[in-house]
């Protein structure tokens, strides 16, 4: 072990950030702080930010890559079909990339601990330290641990004159990366506020554009092309948040539980997700079983919600994917979406692993698959429901009307295919 006293601190240049950077030295004790900022597709104007922030503080800072690691566990997120309350996760999922990041170059540089700027109140904080606390680093929350509020951090900066900007979202607090945009506080925490078009900036509000499509294709569940072009996964969701954005694509307004119970107001913009999960979603329709989809959903309801807790990396985590990506197996085809007006929707899918028959389902043959006729249903039909009836009429026995029939087992019915007419 070295004698060093140095942490390492998640620095995005913002308030919360940059008052940690003397504290960690004043109140901590510690001798030395480095920050670390990673890329998850944020917008460049941000690594400015940190880059000039960290300057005018003295501080020794690294940034890292992290966006292709963070688009394949985003890509693995639409094989679950994640979302989280309407929301698909962006922040969720960019959390433990971060932190891992950010450990990683704590070990290098040597350092006994590993800070950040969240407060007490959001998931982050448990998204962040779920990761560390699995590292044998000291892990510090000064924000959260000196109980601060946002007066108190701009009076201690002015005193202090430390570089604080108003940061890059004005009045709001802005977390972005590539598959999500998230606004919150300020007149928005007001639920009854319709939100006012300037919060956006990926998306356009939907006008009289023209319609648009768009064909996705996915191998094993994993998006790989767009148009019939191959695209890296960072490049595939940049292009698809312009494309989709132009039409107005992928906004939600919800009302989010966070995990420590507060609930919280939360616009978001997400045109990329939007779009890769509706089309991966309707080639699961096209691919999978009945009872796989139905089976699926739960997996991935609970997929969704590990996500949002921060704990991809969780052994329940592990054996959902197992199991997802056994499914994802014949998850290979191509999707069309067309983008318009605010929506997306399919419109066209196609796989060498339907699990369709279009014999087997057309109102223009007479005649189905595996010689199944359609008078192979009589029996089916006269038994579907049958307790349901029994129960029911359980009601009116008082009346003495026993109107049930009970299903003929030596009932075989053979009609004229061509005589049937179509409900
Ligand atoms: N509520 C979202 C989450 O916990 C996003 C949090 C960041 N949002 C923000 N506007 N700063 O995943």
């Given at each position: 072990m070295t004698d060093t006293n140095r942490v390492a601190l998640a620095f995005s240049g913002g308030l919360d950030t940059t008052v940690c950077v003397p504290l960690l030295e004043e109140e901590y004790g510690y001798d030395e702080v480095i920050g670390v900022t990673v890329d998850v597709g944020q917008p460049e104007s941000e690594f400015a930010e940190a880059a000039e922030t960290a300057a005018a503080l003295g501080l020794e800072h690294y940034v890292v890559d992290a966006r292709e690691a963070f688009a394949e566990l985003c890509f693995q997120s639409v094989t679950a079909n994640a979302t989280y309350q309407g929301y698909p996760l962006g922040t969720a999922l960019a959390r433990p990339v971060i932190a891992s990041a950010i450990l990683d170059v704590a070990l290098e540089h040597d350092c006994n601990a590993l800070a950040h700027g969240c407060t007490g109140k959001g998931n982050d904080q448990l998204r962040f330290e779920t990761v560390w606390r699995g590292s044998s680093l000291e892990v510090i929350a000064p924000i959260r641990e000196l109980g601060l509020t946002r007066e108190w951090e701009l009076e201690y900066a002015e005193e202090h004159d430390l570089p604080v900007e108003g940061g890059s979202g004005g009045r709001y607090s802005v977390d972005t990366n590539l598959w999500s945009r998230a606004v919150e506080g300020?007149?928005?925490?007001?639920?009854?506020t319709i939100p006012d078009d300037h919060i956006y900036k990926w998306t356009t509000s939907p006008s009289g554009k023209e319609a648009e499509f768009v064909t996705v294709t996915f191998e094993d569940g994993y998006p790989v092309a767009l148009d019939g072009e191959e695209v890296d996964p960072v490049s595939l969701i940049e292009t698809l948040n312009e494309q989709a954005g132009a039409h107005g694509v992928g906004r939600t307004d919800v009302m989010e539980d966070r995990m420590l119970g507060l609930k919280v107001r939360e616009n978001y913009e997400h045109p990329a997700a939007t779009v890769l999960l509706t089309a991966h979603e309707a080639l699961e329709g096209l691919v999978l079983t009945a009872e796989e989809r139905q089976f699926k959903a739960q997996v991935d309801q609970q997929w969704a919600q590990k996500a949002y807790e921060g704990l991809v990396d969780s052994p329940l985590v592990a054996a959902l994917d197992g199991f997802i990506a056994e499914t994802q197996k014949r998850v290979t085809g191509n999707v069309t979406v067309k983008l318009e007006g605010g929506h997306c929707r399919p419109v066209a899918r196609e796989s060498p692993h339907a699990a369709y028959s279009e014999s087997a389902a057309?109102?223009?043959?007479a005649d189905v698959t595996e010689?199944?006729?359609?008078?192979?249903a009589t029996g089916v039909a006269k038994y579907h429901g049958f307790q349901s009836r029994l129960a029911n009429a359980s009601f009116s026995d008082a009346e003495g009307d026993e109107s049930i029939d009970e299903p003929d087992d030596e009932s075989t019915t053979t009609t004229d295919p061509a005589e049937i007419a179509h409900d």
């Open positions: 300020s007149e928005l925490e007001d639920p009854a057309s109102f223009d043959n010689s199944i006729t359609q008078a192979d």
